[in-house]
T-cell receptor
Framework: GNSVTQMEGPVTLSEEAFLTINCTYT??????LFWYVQYPGEGLQLLLK?????DKGSNKGFEATYRKETTSFHLEKGSVQVSDSAVYFC?????????????FGKGTKLSVIP | DAGVIQSPRHEVTEMGQEVTLRCKPI?????LFWYRQTMMRGLELLIY????????DSGMPEDRFSAKMPNASFSTLKIQPSEPRDSAVYFC?????????????FGPGTRLTVL
């Protein structure tokens, strides 16, 4: 079946530091890949997505590239801010008929300190 | 649009009581999903609907859990009787379609505590 593995947190960074959160996946076919962000006390919000190999999703300074050869979708940001403190979830949606559900990683908690 | 709406935001109940969680999806969305989030198991899909019809309920943990979608704008998740291990955050999400890239939009969640 499908699965997503994320680096374990928590991750603590100073403001303006570079961020990488690793995500690898196992899936058959050609899944779509997503990063969701959950701020304290809130639901999940879509941060970015990529639907095919070599696509790059980007939003709010965050980027992730769909690498089929390494089955990875690592999240990066060049300069984090305190407001980026949240839990980040990598997720995939399988391809083909009936593949409507998202499979999530465990989440990585990011804390950015001034 | 107001987004996915869930109520209540917080629910505290005693073991054995019936609990009903409510969700209003985004207007026009054909798919509705119920997820449960716990520290131990992360985010798990419980059940999803397409055009008000339950499609896959294999994630529903036990017969104590049931979900309905009587119309396109309302769904309920019921736990009867509730147990302390049901304590979690329950999210509802909706999407326009079921395509590979269709985005699921999440509600704010209901934090359930069963004493």
């Amino acid at each position: 079946g499908n699965s997503v593995t994320q680096m374990e947190g928590p991750v603590t960074l100073s403001e303006e530091a570079f961020l990488t959160i690793n995500c690898t996946y196992t899936a058959t076919g050609y899944p779509s890949l997503f990063w969701y962000v959950q701020y304290p006390g809130e639901g999940l919000q879509l941060l970015l997505k990529a639907t095919k190999a070599d696509d790059k999703g980007s939003n709010k300074g965050f980027e992730a590239t769909y690498r089929k050869e390494t089955t990875s979708f690592h999240l990066e940001k060049g300069s984090v801010q305190v407001s980026d403190s949240a839990v980040y979830f990598c997720a995939l949606k399988g391809s083909g008929a009936g593949s409507y559900q998202l499979t999530f990683g465990k989440g990585t908690k990011l804390s950015v300190i001034p | 649009d107001a987004g996915v709406i869930q109520s209540p935001r917080h629910e505290v109940t005693e073991m054995g009581q019936e609990v009903t969680l409510r969700c209003k999806p985004i207007s026009g969305h054909d798919y509705l999903f119920w997820y449960r989030q716990t520290m131990m198991r992360g985010l798990e899909l419980l059940i999803y609907f397409n055009n008000n019809v339950p499609i896959d309920d294999s994630g529903m943990p036990e017969d104590r859990f049931s979900a309905k979608m009587p119309n396109a704008s309302f769904s309920t998740l019921k736990i009867q009787p509730s147990e302390p291990r049901d304590s979690a955050v329950y999210f509802c999400a909706s999407s326009l379609g079921g395509g590979d890239s269709d985005t699921q939009y999440f509600g704010p969640g209901t934090r359930l505590t069963v004493l």
